[in-house]
């Protein structure tokens, strides 16, 4: 730690940081605009000028960029320095010479990090009377609209796309004083994190093309907790929605997991919620007809289906959450609940829960941190691609010792740019198909399955000759394994990566076998799975949909799962075909709906909250923000009231998710951590519930008026509220639903909620993980 002095006062600092992180960290405003946590340091907008003094005896000192000013022990600056504040105010003005000052249209108002500056630095008036510099906007893609003229040029864009994340399409193009952000020609945006630069732009030069076609101003917003549900690494989100109707997700900061970004799939995949394809109502077949009928109609009628006697099974789903499969699984008794998942993927969910019993796993941060790569049969991009993101930063660890010889701090990008240049550390692929990954690949290996699972296998017994040999390797296979082998095992902490994507077991067993073989105590293993709940469900049990096809039953409960995926065809067909009655819960039409007699319309994930547990066994709660029309519904309701029209369970038994949640956990002692994961429905800060809409929002209950204003709709399962009553803001951050402080009105006020900035949040990142892990005590950020 350093002491340093900002305006007289002196205060403690971490002297591998810059100036301006620091000043931040102490609370001070100081304006910026290029300089990114994630991102680190290059000084191209010189907006977070200050006065640095040589000693105590300078009176004079020097305007310099905090950007790009180490700390120090003895450290003296000033923020408050008449010319420094001065020059910052003239910085923003000659920033907005050419700014189209469109705030009152722009899709960034409200959320701009550009007007918070401009008032934080004191520029109030314009002065600039001449024609201002105007650009041609260009065509991006279905969900990035591009307006240049908003520009400032902070580099932030293609800093981020093409140096962090890794992209090719998108520039910067000069002429004299003319700076263009933007391809070499239109066309849709290629990289698959293209969505981050709507967060990483500043201004409104990139923003949300879906959420601009809607006409709602974002502090009118109501907002929530959320958890994406398009993978299974849990990235954490903020779901917003207007009028009852689902608007657009913004990145969650999570220490461990997602960090500063989301993939494009999570921040774009959930236009489904509005869909006209949407199960509202429920519906009866029968005799080919299809009639829609009420929920006690329907209810009663399917309760006599599921009355004792009848041989009922329920199907459960792994992208349902924990609460629905364990209704589910109560409804139809232990014996007669099959999780929903494949054979191949509920033996690949057997073998990964049991090779966590033993291995270190591996979060998101733990993959950026790590110096050494395998990655064994996965296109991580397409089934993990906020993976695929991390390994990007952690192909730079290995160059970045260089830096670290010659004393260059990592934040200095410029500079640590020029030292790395092109090179990469280790990162070897062995897949069926090229990757987008491979341009920072070490080396690929192409093969079959079972091919790539026996040079996994040849991997491990080259670190550990215990392990099993592998006989017949051709003279390729052999040396590929060595070179892997090698590289692992020179690595101070290597990272071994798997999954279920390609069906084969084998590959998981490899994987866990090279990582048991490394005998580090830092090696880590990242095993991905097919979806949000996969592990949960496969924690509920263990029959997989092939068990279900061989049972025959009078009525099958088939809960948020196309079993069609599941299986072929024509078993499926035969299975739904033997029962008498076919009830689906599910929020979109799909094949297995189209074979039911009976379709409930259930909640989705924007409607209903629900705890899900991601690849690495880490559980966490997922909150709703659109109150559901009746009489769409969480799937576990629809469950509860089968039960009870059945009388397989007394009225009032499940009133709220925490009864439900009470339950599972008493059942299932293994996961009792499953009701620590966010706060209960009962849980208040000040007395009070956290409120969804923002201190700023317009007033729902005002412009949903008509005679009178009716009473604001309750939420029984979480400690929300759907107004602006309330707090605005939680004490715990897994109901942490915006980032917002006095003066910073943007993303960037995330600053605020972390114990540093790149570091934890204040009061520790949401969720739990079920099985133990050791954590390193490093901080990087990424």
């Known amino acids: 730690m350093a002491t340093i002095t900002i305006d007289g006062k002196s205060y403690q600092a971490d002297a591998s940081q810059n100036l301006l992180q620091t000043a931040l960290q102490l609370g001070f405003d100081l304006p910026y605009f ?31 960029m905090a950007c790009m000013v180490p700390v120090s022990d003895g450290l003296r600056i000033s923020i408050d320095d008449p010319e420094a504040k001065e020059f910052r105010k003239g910085v923003v003005e000659w920033l907005m010479t050419n700014h189209p000052h469109d705030c009152a249209v722009c899709d960034e108002g409200g959320e701009c990090h550009l007007q918070d500056m401009t008032v934080m630095a004191g520029h109030s008036k314009r002065r600039y009377r001449f024609q201002k510099r105007t650009h041609r906007n260009q065509y991006l893609g279905p969900f990035i609209n591009h307006e240049m003229n908003r520009c400032i040029q902070c580099y932030r864009c293609v800093r981020f796309y093409k140096d962090y994340a890794g992209g090719r399409d998108l520039d910067v193009f000069s002429s004299r004083n003319r700076v263009y952000f933007g391809r070499h020609e239109e066309g849709v945006l290629e990289n698959p994190f293209s969505g981050n630069l709507v967060e990483v732009c500043p201004t409104g030069v990139f923003t949300d093309k879906p959420f601009k076609a809607q006409p709602t101003r974002k502090w009118d917003l109501s907002t929530a907790a959320s958890i994406c549900p398009h993978c299974s690494l849990g990235c954490n989100t903020i779901v917003g929605e207007r009028y009852g109707k689902f608007r657009r ?19 774009f995949g959930s236009a489904f919620v509005n869909s006209d394809k949407r199960s509202r109502q429920p519906q009866w077949r029968e005799n080919g007809q299809t009639v829609s009928l009420d929920k006690q109609t329907i209810t009663d009628l399917l309760a006599t289906e599921i009355l004792d006697g009848k041989k009922v099974i329920g199907i459960g789903s792994p992208r349902a959450s924990m609460e629905a499969n364990y209704a589910l699984r109560t409804l139809v008794g232990e014996d007669a609940f099959f999780n929903g998942l494949s054979e191949n993927d509920a ?46 930063q952690a192909v730079r660890n290995t160059p970045l010792e260089d830096a670290d010889k010659l004393k260059i701090p990592r934040w200095h990008a410029r500079a640590v740019a020029d030292v790395i240049q092109h090179r990469h550390g280790p ?40 392990a099993p040999a592998v006989a017949n390797l051709t003279s390729e296979q052999a040396a590929y394994a060595k070179q892997v082998a090698h590289d692992l095992r020179q690595a101070k902490r290597p990272l071994v ?34 979806e949000a709940n996969t592990l949960g469900v496969a924690l509920l049990g263990d029959k997989s949909i092939s068990s279900a096809i061989q049972e025959k039953a009078d009525t099958i409960i088939v809960l948020e799962n196309n079993i069609f995926r599941r299986s072929t065809d024509h078993l499926i067909n035969r ?80 009133e709220t998710l925490d009864d439900v949640l009470a339950s599972l956990v008493t059942e299932f002692p293994k996961l009792a951590k499953l009701s620590e994961v966010a706060p209960n429905s009962k849980w208040r800060q000040s007395s009070q519930k956290v409120a969804r809409a923002s201190r700023r929002s317009g007033g729902r209950t005002a412009i949903l008026a008509t005679v009178h204003e009716p009473k604001p709709p309750s939420d029984p399962d979480a400690p929300l509220s759907f107004t ?32 540093e900035i790149g570091g934890p949040l204040r009061g520790g990142d949401p969720g739990i993980c079920l099985f133990e892990k050791k954590r390193r005590q490093q901080r990087v950020v990424y």
């Not at 690949?348 to 110096?371: C, G, P």
């Open 34 to 64: 290029c300089w990114h946590p994630a991102m680190g340091s290059v000084g191209a907008c010189r907006q977070c000028a200050v006065r640095q003094f040589r000693d105590d005896d300078d009176t004079t000192g020097m305007i310099v």
């Open 427 to 466: 990162l070897h692929l062995a897949s069926i198909a090229a990757t987008q990954l491979d341009d920072i690949a070490t080396s690929r290996h192409l093969a079959a399955p079972a091919d790539l699972a026996r040079i996994g296998f040849a991997i491990a017994h080259e670190l550990d000759s215990d």
């Open 249 to 267: 997700v913004l990145n969650r900061y999570h220490h461990d997991l997602n960090g500063y970004f989301l993939c494009d799939r999570g921040r």
């Open 347 to 392: 033996a690949i969910s057997k073998q990964i829960i049991s090779i966590y019993q033993h291995t270190h796993i591996a979060s998101l941060r733990d993959a950026a941190e790590s110096d050494a790569v395998f990655v064994l049969g996965e296109d991580l991009t397409n089934t993990a691609p906020r993976l695929a993101l991390a390994l990007r």
């Open 724 to 755: 602006m009553e309330g707090n605005p803001a939680s004490s715990s951050t897994a109901l942490n639903n915006r980032y917002w402080s006095p003066g910073w009105n943007s993303v960037q006020a995330l600053n605020q909620y972390q114990q």
């Open 575 to 654: 299975m739904l075909k033997s029962a008498n009655c076919v009830i689906t819960i599910d929020h979109l039409e799909n094949a297995t709906t189209q074979q039911a007699h009976a379709s409930l319309p259930a909640a989705t994930f924007t409607e209903a909250s629900g705890t899900s547990i991601n690849n690495e066994g880490r559980a966490q709660r997922s909150f709703q923000v659109v109150l559901a029309s009746d009489p769409v519904q969480a799937s576990w309701r629809w469950l509860r009231d089968l039960m009870v029209a059945a009388n397989k369970q007394q009225t009032g038994a499940w």
């Open 497 to 530: 990566v798997a999954g279920s994507s390609l069906g084969s077991v084998a590959l998981v067993q490899a994987a866990g076998q090279i990582t048991k073989a490394l005998k580090q105590n830092e090696a880590r293993i990242s095993l991905i799975v097919a």
